[in-house]
């Protein structure tokens, strides 16, 4: 006879659903370009205690565009940002970034609302959030989100070029100068620049780095990226969450090569490193 564990009291529960259309709940950014909308609750009261969630960002009514999202808990008029500027950009088809794992905590009878803000004035993004309950993790929750690197002027992060040669790292991006808070967990983002023109199919490698400006040492080495021309977002879009044991007031930077750069903008992608504490 099979040897079926018993894994008691996990569950999930669904925050941002709407049913008459069968898709997330429309988060629109402001009316100006790479300004923050209001914000939208995707639910009023959650149900249980849960040690994480995942952002489920999907297809929403504009193409082409770089998002930064907001997630928030409180009530109506005085929410508080709990992943701030989470990045959800849309390819030329349209396709969101998919799913987000964020191993934090939020308890019990919690109101939860997004917002967010796009290169294109009104842009509309669509999400929902899963609450994870119970013993999913395998570990106590995370209590904090920090993003570093983030440009709010473009809705986007820091860009990452890989130089002039192909196949061929190309210099160091300071991410940030000093990270505000200790990191047990990071989450990297890789962003599109709103580029809708890729002219050719390429494949990156990229490398995090912690360290002084020359004396960079390596802590996560050739994550691959790639983009097609038939889309022109850069996949994946999220890399993580990666355990790690970084101390506040470190130094991040990030680097590249890829396999076409015949291109000076196609070459080109935005990072957002995401510390978990």
Known sequence: ?????LYDGQGTETAGATAASSIGVAVTAGGSTNTKGSWVELIAATAH?????????????????DFLVDIGVGAS?????????????????????GQILIPIGIPAGTRIAARCQAT???????????????SWLGQPPL????AYGVATADSGGVSVDPGLAANTKGSWSQITASTTNPMRSMLVSI????????SVNTDWLLDIAIGAGGSELIVIADLHAEVSTSDDAVEPRYIGPIPCNIP?????????QASNITDPTDKLFDVIIYGLD
Do not use: F
């Open 120 to 134: 294109s004035a009104s842009a509309v993004t669509r999400l929902q959030v899963i609450l994870l309950y119970g």
């Open 49 to 65: 205690k849960a040690v994480g969630l995942i952002v489920n960002a999907g297809r929403g009514h504009t193409a082409t565009a």
């Open 77 to 97: 008029s005085s929410e508080t940002v709990i992943i701030p500027n989470l990045k959800c950009d849309n390819g030329s088809n349209n396709l969101g970034p």
């Open 248 to 256: 506040a007031g470190t130094r991040l930077a990030a680097r590249s």
């Open 191 to 198: 962003g599109q620049q709103a580029n809708s023109g890729r």
């Open 143 to 146: 209590g904090r989100v920090t």
């Open 1 to 5: 006879m099979a040897d079926w564990p």
